[in-house]
C-alpha cells in the first residue's frame, strides 16, 4: 500500500495589499456586529508599525481571501486589532494560524506581551484566546459603538537576552 502524500494547504499567510481590501471587508461585514469600513482597513496599510497579514490562495478556489489579522506594535506591545476567518473556512484551524503567526512575529520583534479586546458575549472567542494562554486583564465599559463591553485579554511573553 502505498502512502499518501499529504495535500498542499490551499492557504498561505503573505502580508496584506490594497487588492485584498474587498475581501477583506467581505468577511469583516459577516464576522462582526459593527464592522470596520473598508476605509479604515485602507488607511491601516499605509500606517508605519502594522503587522498586516492575510490567508491567501492562489489557484483561483473561493475564497480568495480566507482570513486577516491586523496588528500593531507599540514600544514593547504587540497589540491585536482585528482577526478573523471567512464563515466556511471556521473551525479549520485557519484562525490559529493566523494567531500563530502573529505569535512568532511578536516573539521574533522581542515583545513583552500581546495584547487585544473582545467582546464579553463573544465566549467563542474567549475560549480560543485562553486556549493559547490569554487571560483577561480588565473589562472597557461601553467600548463597541453598541454600547457592549470589551475584555482586555493579555498573554506576557518571555524576552530572552
Known sequence: MALREPRPAPYRIRPAGPFDLDEIARIELES???????EFFASEL???HRYIRVLARDDG???RVGG?????SLYD????NK????????NQGYGRRLLED????AGAMGSSAITLEVRISNDGARQFYRSYGFSEAYRRRSYYQDGEDALV????LERSG
Open 32 to 38: 462582526f456586529p459593527v464592522p470596520w469600513k473598508r
Open 46 to 48: 499605509a500606517e508605519p
Open 61 to 63: 478556489g473561493e475564497p
Open 68 to 72: 486577516y489579522l491586523f496588528a500593531v
Open 77 to 80: 506591545e504587540f497589540h491585536i
Open 83 to 90: 482577526i478573523a476567518t471567512d464563515l466556511r473556512l471556521r
Open 102 to 105: 502573529a505569535l512568532a512575529r
Open 153 to 156: 485579554l493579555i498573554l506576557p
